[in-house]
């Protein structure tokens, strides 16, 4: 290829549903045409759901081996013919599901998934559709940038495409995951005040840094869906972006207010969930997975407005992809979790 050293070049592969069976190969180079652009993958970021394909938990009909990690941001390499949204050069990221462009999901889309059914961001090189890239905000590094896709996009289009949170608002989130803090930087950007929940009291003193307005541990305090409501005089949050699934929805819907908005992000625990207050107290309660390369576009132009800057607690080596899973899965982290590659 005439702008590249190599004509092949270095990928990580799940090889079994076995989160230590992620071993380096080799793969070859392939010229981009037509819409096609080819990407030198410089960082890449974890999220849950990698540990959850990693186990074999987010699907067994997973075409193994697969190259894993749906985030991530590069360099524009070459480009097809008719490629006019980017040119070499471009530093872009790819949308979580590279075939939703704008409007709904379907099944459909939803199988384009970078890091499920299709080959995600954990490798040297990739070709991919101009129509699923968006350029990087200039101020981010790469590895800043990788984090953007999964965890960023979800909570924008949790708290402000579907919350439509405002100046003045009150929004709760749960723990210190990548999701959690990005929601909370979203929410501050936009004037509302923001009540955040750790187990950890150091984690919960670097929220309160962070500009959380108030921070309670669940581990000390089990009913913090009251304390919430204590803090709010009884009224309840407008915004809960919530995290935990059955574990915690039923406190997070105590713990907003009538009308309110919840975004259901995670599913971590597994219960039965009572209906009754969603519907006597008009909550308005939102499915969110991830966004639409659209949505993607417009909260990096409000990132580079604000120079919001991602949160990153540990940067491994590609080849540190193990270490680096088994880190995430500790519980340890505060924020995202990036590999430079």
């Known amino acids: 290829m005439s702008n590249i050293a190599t004509t092949n070049f270095k990928a990580f592969q799940l090889g079994s549903?076995?989160?230590?069976?992620?071993?380096?190969?080799?793969?070859?180079?392939?010229?981009?045409?037509?819409?096609?652009?080819?990407?030198?993958?410089?960082?890449?970021?974890?999220?849950?759901?990698?540990i959850l394909v990693s186990k074999g938990y987010y699907s067994k009909?997973?075409?193994?081996?697969?190259v894993p990690l749906s985030d991530g941001a590069g360099e524009v390499m070459e480009i097809g013919g008719s490629v006019t949204r980017v040119k070499v050069g471009d530093r872009v990221s790819p949308n979580f599901m590279t075939d939703w462009i704008s409007?709904?999901?379907?099944?459909?889309?939803?199988?384009?998934?970078?890091?499920?059914?299709?080959?995600?961001?954990?490798?040297?090189?990739?070709?991919?559709?101009?129509?699923?890239?968006?350029?990087?905000?200039?101020?981010?590094?790469?590895?800043?940038?990788?984090?953007?896709?999964?965890?960023?996009?979800?909570?924008?289009?949790?708290?402000?495409?579907?919350?439509?949170?405002?100046?003045?608002?009150?929004?709760?989130?749960?723990?210190?995951?990548g999701v959690s803090i990005f929601a909370m930087q979203f929410a501050r950007m936009a004037g509302a005040t923001v009540i955040a929940t750790s187990s950890s009291e150091q984690k919960l003193a670097r929220?309160?840094?962070?500009?959380?307005?108030?921070?309670?541990?669940?581990?000390?305090?089990?009913?913090?869906?009251?304390?919430?409501?204590?803090?709010?005089?009884?009224?309840?949050?407008?915004?809960?972006?919530?995290?935990?699934?059955?574990g915690t929805l039923d406190r997070s819907l105590n713990a907003v207010r009538m009308g309110g908005h919840v975004s259901l992000i995670g599913v971590l625990a597994a219960g039965q969930v009572n209906p009754v207050p969603i519907l006597m107290k008009s909550i308005r309660l939102h499915g969110v997975f991830v966004g639409s390369r659209s949505m993607f576009d417009d909260m990096n132009r409000a990132i580079t407005a604000h120079k919001l800057k991602p949160v990153i607690d540990k940067?491994?080596?590609?080849?540190?992809?193990?270490?680096?899973?088994?880190?995430?899965?500790?519980?340890?982290?505060?924020?995202k979790i990036v590999l430079s590659i």
């Open 103 to 177: 409007g709904e999901v379907d099944n459909a889309i939803a199988k384009t998934a970078l890091g499920g059914f299709v080959d995600g961001m954990l490798q040297e090189y990739r070709l991919i559709d101009q129509d699923a890239l968006t350029h990087v905000p200039d101020h981010l590094s790469y590895e800043e940038a990788a984090t953007l896709p999964c965890a960023a996009l979800t909570a924008w289009h949790g708290l402000v495409v579907n919350g439509k949170v405002k100046a003045g608002d009150t929004v709760l989130v749960m723990g210190t995951g």
């Open 207 to 246: 929220l309160k840094e962070m500009g959380a307005a108030h921070t309670i541990n669940y581990k000390n305090n089990e009913k913090w869906d009251e304390a919430v409501l204590e803090y709010t005089n009884g009224r309840g949050v407008d915004h809960v972006v919530e995290i935990g699934g059955a």
């Open 315 to 335: 940067v491994f080596s590609a080849e540190e992809i193990v270490p680096a899973l088994q880190y995430m899965e500790s519980g340890k982290h505060f924020g």
């Open 17 to 50: 549903f076995n989160i230590e069976d992620i071993k380096a190969s080799e793969k070859a180079i392939k010229r981009p045409h037509g819409t096609q652009v080819l990407v030198r993958i410089k960082a890449a970021s974890l999220n849950y759901r990698d």
């Open 61 to 66: 009909a997973l075409p193994l081996p697969i």
